[in-house]
């Protein structure tokens, strides 16, 4: 099976700075469509989890232009540009490109 | 608006099994797969299976297999999953997630609220 790894357990980070999540995938999540099959969640308590990213890059509906997802074949990031108190929440990667899908093991953010 | 209501909190005994739902509403319940999800503090979130309402087709994870069993009921926009032989490691939070998986998105993108399962005697 394919391993998500996010190295950073837990991030500090004061409101309005940048901060940058990683996940490094254990293979390739390109396919032949030229998609990569990552995408990022969000979870904060009493909420749902909520989409943020997906084919590494794409925003969901909604979500703030602050979340930004970048990278490529096994190296994956995502950032979050003038952080906001409400941004601190547990993140996940998840790759859907062969199954069983996996996740990393999250990386919770935490005001400073 | 989609949403995903899961069935409430269980505690159930050892050796024991527990069947969770997952209602769905504000989309055609057969038009998307559905999955299956286990957070744990330790173990974080493992994916344990999934399945195609139209056609009750499944998979799942070889390390759920035998463990989780997946159907639907149609009439009713439901999903569940039954938990089998239960054992304290199966105590944890349990969450369904709609799949959208099309030439252009794949990706989770609407997620039930959990369910927390609690095995004890």
């Known amino acids: 099976q394919i391993t998500l790894t996010q190295q950073a357990e837990s991030l500090w980070v004061s409101p309005g700075e940048k901060v940058s999540i990683t996940c490094r995938a254990s293979q390739s999540l390109l396919y032949t469509d030229g998609k990569h099959y990552l995408s990022w969640y969000q979870q904060r308590p009493g909420q749902t989890t909520k989409a943020l990213i997906y084919h590494a890059s794409i925003r969901t509906d909604g979500v703030p232009t602050r979340f930004i997802g970048s990278g490529s074949g096994t190296e994956f990031t995502l950032s979050i540009e003038d952080v906001q108190p409400e941004d601190i929440a547990l993140y996940y990667c998840?790759?859907?490109?062969?199954?069983?899908?996996?996740f990393g093991a999250g990386t919770k953010l935490e005001l400073k | 608006q989609v949403q995903l209501q899961q069935s409430g909190a269980e505690l159930v005994k050892p050796g024991t099994s527990v069947k969770l739902s997952c209602k769905a509403s504000g989309y055609t319940f057969t038009s998307n797969h559905m999955n299956w999800i286990k957070q744990t503090t330790g173990q974080g979130l493992e994916w344990i299976g999934i399945?195609?309402?139209?056609?009750?087709?499944?998979s799942y994870n070889v390390k759920f297999k035998g463990k989780a069993t997946l159907t639907v009921d149609k009439s009713s926009s439901t999903a569940f999953m039954q938990l089998s032989s239960l054992t304290p490691e199966d105590s944890a939070v349990y969450y369904c997630?709609?799949?959208?998986?099309?030439?252009?998105?794949?990706?989770?993108?609407?997620w039930g609220q959990g369910v927390m399962v609690t095995v004890s005697s």
């Open positions: 399945i195609n309402p139209g056609s009750g087709g499944t």
């Open positions: 998840l790759q859907t490109l062969k199954k069983p899908y996996t």
């Open positions: 997630a709609r799949l959208e998986y099309t030439t252009d998105r794949a990706l989770f993108d609407y």
